[in-house]
């Protein structure tokens, strides 16, 4: 589709927004994801007209028939991006490129029809400039939902030919309750994420579903995360259920594990590898073990770990828990290494340093 026909958004702005006194009353505590703004983005597709209606409208429930295929066979994807406020109160997007092209590539394995990165990027400029008012200040954030499901009313198993692309936007505080306290991690030894040839480097919602489970064993056992051991062998670290994760060793360097198909390609993930690289400190993509992970908290050898997402951003890994036992790593406090690069990719996110790369964008006119 050329940039010439590209739909535009008709702006219909919401009637009954939440009152002022409402919305500043909810600021004051701020929790993750369940306060959302007065409107939504909304475009539609079918495999006649391709991209069309594009609008910028109430926040509101759809009208979908009980026979949609997301309802039957889950044709469904999503992403997870942030507006911030900068201290001169410019409003900016962090990499909101990489999230329209990860976005495809979940579209591509999916069997979904992609969206024109511009499209796309259109969409969250459109709905931030209408809802800047809910962009919190101080260190909140307006966190970004841009969604895709199959609206097509049919019960046969094949790709739908309709299809209703999303953004809906909530303003909200730390991810993790505890602000920078080290989180808990529970190792499953049960359940899987992904396996090869599967969808675990696609974000949709059938992957998070799959972790549920797991996540609650997580809960019962008083920690905050899962982890996630490979398919195969029940042997490798993959991911978190929800996040990257990095082993910070006593030589200096990193370790996580690699890309390969079963581990969602994190934008924070990539984000810090390349701020590490910039100062010279070795990252290294490779297969980790469980029982090297063990063995290296034990020894001393392995000093930090944290978990990245753009929920969390970066969180420290305290404590690790499975069926067998548990062990601490370091202190079990959020480490020096943690810390220092958190606060670097959260300045570079709100416009406090420099942006060596040109990973921020400014939202034009609010």
């Not at 360097?253 to 990539?270: A, C, H, K, Y």
Request: hydrophobic residues 40%.
């Amino acid at each position: 589709m050329s940039a010439a026909a590209l739909p535009e958004f008709t702006i219909k702005p919401n009637a009954n927004p939440m009152p002022e006194a409402d919305r500043l009353k909810a600021f004051e505590s701020l929790g993750f994801g369940t306060l959302f703004s007065d409107h939504m983005a909304v475009l539609h597709w079918n495999v006649v007209k391709g991209w069309h209606d594009g609008e910028i409208t109430a926040r509101g429930p759809f009208a979908i028939d009980p026979a949609s295929a997301v309802l039957h066979y889950a044709q469904e994807i999503f992403e997870g991006m942030k507006a911030y406020r900068t201290a001169e109160g410019k409003v900016v997007l962090f990499r909101p490129q990489e999230n329209a092209r990860r976005f495809n590539e979940s579209a591509r394995r999916m069997a979904m029809p992609e969206i024109p990165e511009e499209l796309f990027i259109e969409a969250i400029d459109k709905l931030v400039g209408a809802d800047a008012k809910w962009i919190p200040e101080g260190e909140g954030s307006l966190y970004l939902r841009p969604f895709m499901f199959a609206s097509e009313a049919f019960l046969g198993v094949r790709p739908a030919r309709d299809y209703i692309f999303c953004v809906i936007a909530s303003p909200v505080g730390p991810y993790f309750k505890g602000g920078a306290k080290a989180v808990k991690i529970w190792v499953s030894e049960n359940y899987t994420r992904a396996a090869p040839g599967g969808t675990g480097a696609a974000k949709c919602g059938g992957n998070y579903a799959a972790s549920l489970i797991a996540q609650s064993e997580a809960v019962e056992h008083g920690c905050d995360q899962v982890a996630f051991l490979d398919a195969a062998e029940h042997k490798w670290v993959e991911e978190l259920g929800g996040m990257n994760v990095f082993f910070v060793m006593d030589d200096g360097s990193l370790v996580t594990p690699p890309l390969g198909g079963t581990i969602l390609p994190g934008i924070t993930r990539n984000s810090l590898i390349s701020l590490l690289k910039d100062q010279g400190v070795a990252v290294h993509e490779r297969p980790y073990s469980f029982d090297e992970w063990q063995a290296d908290a034990k020894s001393g050898k392995l000093k930090e770990a944290f978990a990245c997402g753009t929920a969390a951003v970066v969180a420290g890994i305290g404590e690790v828990k499975f069926s067998g036992g548990g062990f601490t790593i370091g202190t079990g406090e959020t480490g020096e290494t943690t810390t220092k690069i958190r606060e670097q990719l959260v300045n570079i996110q709100r416009g406090k340093s420099n942006d060596p790369h040109g990973w921020v964008r400014h939202i034009a006119g609010v």
